[in-house]
Structure formats: C-alpha cells, structure tokens
C-alpha cells in the first residue's frame, strides 16, 4: 500500500515539475535561414514575430531566445514581444553565439 502510494506521489510530482519548453527562433530571412542556422531553431522574420509566435501558441511565461546575423533584429523582435506581455525573451545575438550556446546545452 505504502509502496503504490510513494509511486503515485512521484509521479504526480513529476508531472507538476515538466518544465516549459524553450524556443530558439531565428528571425531572419528565410534566405538567410536555409543557408545557415542553429539545429532546432524554427525560422520567423522579425517583423512577424507577434503574430507568428501567436500562431505557435507559445506562451507568455515559455522562454524564448531569438538570434539573427548581429543581433540587430533580435533586438528589435524582443522588444516587440515584451510590448506584447512576453516575459521571458533573450537576444542571444549572432547565428555563431546561438550556435555556442545550443552546443553548450547538449553537452
């Protein structure tokens, strides 16, 4: 009884720990997008990024880390969806620094 108590617990617990999923979104040109980008990054241009992230259906609590050639555009695309209640949005700058940084979360 106790042992079938302790498993239903833990995995109660477990359910409530999922954390939101982390979004990695190039905001340039799809050009740009097909010739170089970051493994796993979905492509929105930044002047669509609040519609398109709306579209998603991502969350204004989910992270979010944005990236373009200089970081120009991420800038700019951050600052829109902050306007818009966005709470968690980063401008990870270049293509090569998100690179790094995506390389750093699999290791």
């Excluded at 239903?8 to 190039?26: K, M, N, P, R, Y």
């Excluded at 669509?48 to 204004?60: C, E, H, Y």
Aim: glycine share 8%; proline share 2%; aromatic share 6%.
């Amino acid at each position: 009884m106790w042992m079938r108590t302790g498993l239903l617990i833990g995995a109660l617990l477990s359910c409530l720990s999922v954390s939101a999923s982390e979004w990695l979104i190039d905001v340039r040109t799809a050009e740009e997008f097909s010739a170089e980008h970051v493994a796993g990054a979905k492509n929105i241009e930044y002047q669509q990024i609040v519609p398109a992230v709306a579209k998603l259906g991502i969350g204004k609590q989910e992270p979010i880390q944005l990236y373009c050639r200089s970081g120009r555009r991420a800038e700019i695309a951050r600052q829109a969806l902050m306007q818009h209640g966005f709470q968690r949005v980063t401008n990870l700058g270049s293509v090569a620094a998100a690179q790094t940084k995506a390389q750093g979360r699999e290791n």
